[in-house]
């Protein structure tokens, strides 16, 4: 079996163990931290295509994902246009910004990389925090086109909330459900198919990879723009779950923690982003009663991780298939 | 009947490669026509492996033009050259470290045979097809699952050679092809060198074992200062005295002279 078909058949099996789950454990605490643990496992699996396979260090998957969040709340909350519509319209944006920010980066190498997404990514959010200028004045009171520090509210949701009533939750854990398994998909068709080849191909070796015929430009403008559709689409998805939009979605914490998330599972694996999310939230979520312990403890599986697995958990695996061939 | 004089796969015109004060190649001209093995040798900072940049795009030449086919390539992409039919080894064995030797074959044979609009979504058999080729005429059959990085020397020179050979190249440009090897397996490189150009594709190879030089190529082409200073059938080495002078020297040459009787007679 093919390694394709295989991490086929894992997703659907895996997405097929997880859609029992909202059966089998009702909280609501559970289901909800699972549908965020979906969220967040699409930026990884996306953001992974760009810094892991393609070894490009652009952090401005977060913005990216901003940039989907608010593309939604401002078509839902000027426009009125239905969440259904607004979601993809809003990954598309995503995917236009990130093909600029791609454009940016193509004579970049290595760490001026991370310097000028992390810049613009910094840019995005002072453009949102620092426009006071009221766009329009509902009875709620002023609001700057951007929304500034207050952020959107009441933009529109998928309709769950007036269908199911309090159960709406159980619904959105399968909408986060169906993205991640879409996501992941996508992920596996890229890696495992030819531009997963063009991409590592250019990570490992620029210069030869010209030489055998893949093209630097078109194939880095690829993998910002392939990469940003579903990043988008979960800011989207963020959004319509929570309710609200403002510029804690541009906060360094959480591109740390999903930079983390990558990096403990597996740069560049096709399941590794996936275990690392898992982990560190599991992680996260088993230190919420010993506070400000909380963040020092996820430093400490971070060092543990680079400095013993720097392949991350996925790696560990893969020593294990390679040791047994060998013997 | 009169043969038509063939007309040049290669022509380099007054090609000048500078940086800054330095011309790496300075006004160099020749032409290859198509089923030659040229040989191009010279001492340490010649210009040979600059001239292999230029040809192949990586660093385009400052004046001067190459034409391929006829068609001028000087300002080309690499990847457009490439797509072209020129394929290139190089003197520092390169390769996509992280994948494996058939993922390396896989990656020139989808992208570097033609131009693509649009990746697909699955490699085909007709990209296999190619691999598997490629790694049969190197030698590597069997290999096709180690990692790149791990490879030892020869496999890394064969590795690069079967790339550049899934590209289904007319030319093939070989930087330093046994650098580094031993006897032995300068002879097995030698033997994939004459592989492939019994199956027609023109080879120009940079080289400093002169014994391998001599033996492979049809012609001779000797660089100094980034200028030509010899070119013509390798028995003429040994005879030329700005060559014995400024690159191989007595005792060198007397050896090379052995070796190129040991050929004749041969």
Same mark, same amino acid.
């Given at each position: 079996m093919s390694a394709g078909r295989r991490d086929l058949l894992v997703c659907l099996l895996l997405a097929g163990a997880m859609a029992l789950l909202p059966q089998l454990v009702g909280t609501r605490y559970v289901v909800t931290q699972s549908t965020l643990f979906f969220i967040w496992a699409v930026v990884v699996s996306q953001w992974n295509l760009v810094f892991g396979v393609a070894g490009i260090f652009s952090l401005a998957q977060m913005a990216l994902f901003a940039v989907g969040a608010y593309a939604t709340a401002m078509l839902g909350y000027y426009f009125a246009v239905p969440m259904v519509v607004a979601m993809p319209l809003a990954a598309l944006v995503s995917v236009a910004v990130s093909l600029v920010v791609g454009l940016a980066c193509l004579r970049l190498r290595g760490?001026?990389?991370?310097?000028?997404?992390?810049?613009?990514?910094?840019?995005?959010?002072?453009?949102?925090?620092?426009?006071?200028?009221?766009?329009?004045?509902?009875?709620?009171?002023?609001?700057?086109?951007?929304?500034?520090?207050?952020?959107?509210?009441?933009?529109?949701?998928?309709?769950?909330?007036?269908?199911l009533g309090s159960?709406?939750?159980?619904?959105?854990?399968?909408?986060?459900?169906?993205?991640?398994?879409?996501?992941?998909?996508f992920s596996i068709a890229i890696v495992r198919g030819p531009l997963g080849l063009a991409f590592q191909a250019l990570r490992d070796n620029p210069g030869y990879a010209r030489s055998r015929g893949v093209g630097q430009f078109k194939y880095q403008l690829w993998v910002f723009g392939l990469s940003a559709f579903f990043t988008g689409l979960a800011g989207a998805f963020y959004g319509v779950q929570f309710g609200v939009v403002g510029p804690i979605v541009f906060s360094l914490a959480t591109l740390l923690f999903l930079l983390s998330m990558m990096v403990v599972g597996?740069?560049?694996?096709?399941?590794?982003?996936?275990?690392?999310?898992?982990?560190?939230?599991?992680?996260?979520?088993?230190?919420?009663?010993?506070?400000?312990?909380?963040?020092?403890?996820?430093?400490?599986?971070?060092?543990?991780?680079?400095?013993?697995?720097?392949?991350?958990?996925?790696?560990?695996?893969?020593?294990?298939?390679s040791k047994a061939k060998q013997s | 009947m009169a043969e038509p004089a063939a007309a040049p796969l290669l022509e380099c015109r007054e090609v000048t490669k500078r940086f800054g004060a330095l011309a790496a190649v300075d006004g160099l001209s020749f032409r290859l026509l198509p089923g030659e093995i040229l040989g191009i040798g010279g001492p340490n900072g010649?210009?040979?492996?600059?001239?292999?940049?230029?040809?192949s795009g990586l660093n385009p030449a400052t004046s001067g033009s190459v034409l391929f086919e006829g068609a001028d390539i000087t300002r080309a992409s690499p990847e457009a050259i490439c797509h072209a039919g020129i394929a290139r080894t190089f003197q520092l064995n390169a390769a996509f470290d992280s994948l494996t &030797?058939?993922?390396?074959?896989? %990656?020139?044979?989808?992208?570097?045979?033609?131009?693509?609009?649009?990746?697909?979504l699955r490699l085909g058999g007709a990209t296999e097809a190619a691999a598997d080729e490629a790694l049969e005429t190197v030698g590597l059959v069997g290999k096709d699952r180690s990692i790149a990085g791990a490879l030892p020397v020869l496999d890394r020179k064969l590795l690069m050679l079967a790339g550049a050979l899934a590209t289904r190249p007319k030319l093939l440009l070989m930087d330093e092809p046994v650098g580094g090897l031993s006897p032995g397996e300068i002879d097995l490189m030698q033997a994939a060198v004459r592989r492939v150009a019994a199956?027609?594709?023109? &080879?120009?190879?940079?080289?400093? %074992?002169?014994?391998?030089?001599?033996?492979l190529s049809t012609r001779v082409l000797i660089m100094h200062h980034g200028e030509s200073i010899y070119e013509g059938p390798p028995e003429g080495l040994v005879e030329d005295r700005t060559v014995v002078d400024v690159y191989l020297g007595e005792g060198a040459s007397r050896r090379l002279a052995a070796t190129l009787e040991e050929q004749a007679r041969a």
């Open positions: 760490p001026y990389v991370a310097l000028l997404t992390l810049a613009i990514a910094q840019v995005l959010y002072l453009v949102v925090v620092n426009d006071t200028d009221c766009f329009t004045n509902p009875p709620s009171g002023c609001m700057p086109f951007f929304g500034g520090v207050r952020g959107f509210s009441r933009f529109g949701d998928l309709g769950f909330r007036a269908l159960k709406w939750y159980v619904a959105h854990y399968y909408v986060g459900l169906g993205l991640l398994t879409l996501a992941m998909l597996g740069l560049g694996t096709v399941w590794g982003p996936l275990l690392g999310a898992a982990l560190l939230m599991l992680a996260d979520e088993g230190m919420r009663e010993v506070g400000d312990w909380r963040d020092i403890g996820l430093g400490v599986i971070l060092v543990l991780f680079v400095v013993l697995l720097p392949r991350g958990l996925a790696g560990l695996r893969l020593r294990g298939v | 010649a210009g040979k492996t600059t001239l292999f940049e230029v040809v &030797v058939r993922d390396n074959v896989r %990656v020139a044979a989808y992208f570097g045979r033609d131009r693509r609009w649009w990746p697909g199956a027609g594709v023109a &080879v120009v190879l940079i080289e400093h %074992v002169m014994r391998f030089l001599v033996q």
